[in-house]
């Protein structure tokens, strides 16, 4: 297993969660990561993406301004700060990892979110 999710459940809307994925060394040390949600019914999207070396990082729109994507080198883990959160951000988490030019090579099996009002 390349890819471990965790710090997902429920929370009522306004409150916050920090999703963590920790990940191989060699996958770690080498790679862009990235965070991605599916809603039931609607398709994967991109929720954020990290850079290895500039560590430039970008954000869907819906979600500027009340997430933060980072990374711990020492801890070989991506995470995902979720702040103010909705009841639209309900969906499955999962960190992607090696960019490739249409998606990434490497998944995470999700960590569930459920923000209710």
């Known amino acids: 297993v390349q890819l471990v999710e965790s710090g997902g459940g429920p929370v009522q809307a306004g409150g916050f969660l920090q999703l963590s994925c920790v990940a191989s060394?060699?996958?770690?040390?080498?790679?862009?990561m990235a965070w991605y949600r599916q809603a039931p019914g609607k398709e994967r999207e991109l929720v954020s993406d990290?850079?290895?070396?500039?560590?430039?990082?970008t954000y869907a729109d819906s979600v500027k301004g009340r997430f933060t994507i980072s990374r711990d080198d020492a801890k070989n883990t991506l995470y995902l700060q979720m702040n103010s959160l909705k009841t639209d951000d309900t969906a499955l988490y999962s960190c992607?990892?090696?960019?490739?030019?249409?998606?990434?090579?490497?998944w995470g099996q999700g960590t569930q979110v459920t923000v209710s009002s």
């Open positions: 992607a990892a090696c960019r490739t030019p249409t998606s990434y090579n490497y």
């Open positions: 990290i850079r290895l070396r500039t560590r430039t990082t």
């Open positions: 060394t060699f996958i770690f040390s080498s790679c862009a």
